[in-house]
């Protein structure tokens, strides 16, 4: 087997052994008790009062964020001598996970630790760090970050606000207009980008909201999220100590995409929380409303819709902690040769770019499914505001939208993937070009006697390579025209994830079985099975789609009936699989998977 630490992308050439990736069921003692401490004050401060942050009044969601502050949960990622917990990757990652059961609080909290606290913790100087990150990690200090323009979303630097120096030298006057700024009601601390004189590429500020010119509009009013306070903000010849220069000037353009990794790829931990909530809300009513006499519960159409739920969880888990795990090993690694915990926390993250792309668009669609089953397993009641699930639904469409567009993400999966090629990080496109040459000799590589996870790596590897023969004949027929071409880009970008989440998903269980012995495992193989056999039709339906996009005759023929061959799997009794999953469900009435 290969090398555990593969480089992002990476994983359409080589395989992993599965005794290499980390999985939920290995949290340690402390892991835990950090994730039980978050459930508490969910449970203690947040869903009494759902109703209340709904109301988005002034003091109401930064009263409860600071009360966070005060259990060290504005800290988790911060190190310790900033006043923070200094936990590990993947602890940030539970922590985010637990926390995105909460609704809109789920989204201010995020905001804060997150995008409003990191880029001083990772690109400030030591006086930046020391005046500001203490502050935000004990919550005295509530953060904002203010990319957003009305005239640039996912196009960020095409932004309009203007920073220039002061004729004293000692000021940077700023002028601009920020919107869908999260926290922006009441953040003290504001991270602020905008390009300097007549600069190419933003730079970033950290500008503080009682400044005179800085002007707060009132709170959006919003379709969901309506406890998370999100306004516009202007900047009136606000004078910027220069000193509040975060990061080189020019270089704020790099220090927004490298938080948007980080951002992306905590979203797809954050969905998590709220999909086991639903799930839990799900099941608890479809045991207690009876039709026809009957619970719903039992009902075949109602236990497939339940089970759809706990697979599409289970796998999207699988892949974030599993990802979160290789980041933890990148930043250790870089720490112990010397570099500063910041640079080494972003640059781990950013090291993944291609996962923290895929695993927003998995995670936040996978929610969005989620909660609209959950909708309709409540029936008329899932419509009705006294159910947590209509919350929930509400909620959760911004996620498919913030952190970058799922449509942004889809291109970035597959153009970071071959840019990390070009430069030489893994043969993608001679691997590739490999296949394409022997179109004659593929097989589906079945063989006599395969164990049953040998089967399963027999079947992702050869979903491998119909994503290299897809990107193969793409980028042979448009060369570097191939990133105008977005509709073949998502029809690739939709097959790299389905391959990152079976994988992940299938050394999961390999691992537990080592850990736990067979007979712990017989239903997450069930998950496997039905995961596996979906995502065949799934890959050879979006590689059909690409190459008829550009291509026919009998070369292209040939081509199909190739990928064909290799999306071949042994057929699945899915209903009795999935029946199996939801009874579990059913019966312990909450998400224990």
């Not at 009902?299 to 980041?327: C, M």
């Amino acid at each position: 087997m290969e090398n555990k630490n593969l480089k992002s992308g990476e994983i359409l050439v080589k395989e992993t052994n599965a005794n290499d990736v980390f999985i939920p069921e290995e949290f340690d003692e402390e892991q835990l008790m950090i994730a039980q401490t978050c459930q508490d004050f969910l449970d203690a401060e947040v869903f009494p009062n759902l109703d209340e942050i709904d109301k988005g009044e002034a003091g109401y969601i930064d009263g409860i964020l600071k009360k966070a502050g005060e259990l060290g949960l504005l800290g988790i990622a911060v190190p310790e001598e900033y006043e923070g917990f200094g936990q590990s990757f993947v602890t940030q990652m539970l922590s985010s996970e637990k926390i995105g059961a909460a609704y809109s609080f789920a989204v201010g909290y995020s905001a804060h630790c997150g995008i409003g606290t990191l880029p001083i913790m990772y690109y400030g100087n030591d006086d930046q760090i020391q005046r500001y990150v203490p502050k935000l990690a004990t919550g005295e200090y509530l953060g904002a970050y203010c990319l957003t323009e009305p005239g640039a979303g996912s196009d960020a630097n095409s932004g309009t606000s203007k920073a220039v120096l002061s004729e004293d030298g000692k000021h940077y006057i700023l002028n601009g207009q920020k919107m869908w700024i999260t926290n922006a009601g009441f953040a003290d601390i504001q991270t602020v980008f905008a390009k300097i004189d007549n600069d190419r590429c933003l730079s970033a500020f950290i500008v503080e909201k009682d400044w005179d010119g800085v002007v707060i509009n009132p709170p959006e009013k919003k379709m969901g999220i309506k406890g998370s306070i999100t306004c516009q903000i202007f900047y009136n010849d606000v004078k910027v100590p220069v000193e509040n220069l975060l990061g080189e000037r020019g270089k704020g353009f790099r220090i927004a995409l490298s938080i948007l990794h980080m951002g992306r790829i905590k979203l797809g931990a954050n969905v998590l929380g709220a999909m086991k909530k639903s799930i839990n809300d799900s099941v608890k009513y479809a045991n207690e409303r009876k039709q026809f006499n009957t619970f719903i519960s039992s009902f075949g159409t109602i236990k497939h819709k339940l089970a759809e739920q706990v697979i599409r969880t289970f796998t999207a888990e699988s892949a974030t902690y599993r990802v979160s795990k290789d980041i933890d090993d990148v930043i250790h690694a870089k720490i112990e040769n010397g570099e500063r915990y910041g640079t080494a926390a972003i640059d781990g993250i950013a090291h993944y770019a291609v996962e923290a792309a895929l695993l927003k668009v998995v995670g936040s669609e996978a929610l969005d499914f989620v909660v609209d089953e959950g909708v309709q397993i409540h029936g008329g009641m899932g419509y009705s505001s006294e159910m947590d699930i209509e919350k929930g639904y509400r909620d959760s469409r911004i996620n498919r939208i913030f952190e970058g567009t799922n449509e942004i993400n889809r291109m970035l999966v597959v153009d970071t993937a071959m840019k990390r090629a070009m430069k030489g990080d893994f043969d993608l496109f001679g691997e590739a070009k490999k296949l394409a040459d022997n179109l004659d000799k593929i097989t589906d590589g079945k063989s006599n006697g395969e164990s049953y996870f040998n089967t399963k790596k027999r079947i992702i590897n050869n979903y491998k390579k119909v994503a290299l023969l897809a990107i193969n004949a793409a980028s042979e027929h448009f060369g570097r025209k191939i990133a105008y071409e977005q509709e073949i880009l998502n029809n690739i970008a939709n097959i790299i994830m389905e391959i990152y989440v079976t994988e992940s998903t299938a050394l999961r269980v390999e691992k537990l079985e080592g850990m736990k012995g067979a007979d712990a495992i017989l239903l997450y193989k069930d998950i496997i099975d039905v995961n596996i056999y979906d995502a065949a039709t799934k890959i050879i339906k979006n590689a059909t789609d690409a190459i008829y996009s550009f291509s026919d005759g009998d070369a292209t023929t040939e081509l199909i009936n190739a990928m064909n061959t290799l999306t071949t799997v042994d057929g699945v009794n899915v209903k009795e699989a999935r029946r199996r999953i939801a009874d579990k469900l059913i019966e312990d009435n909450e998400y224990k998977f």
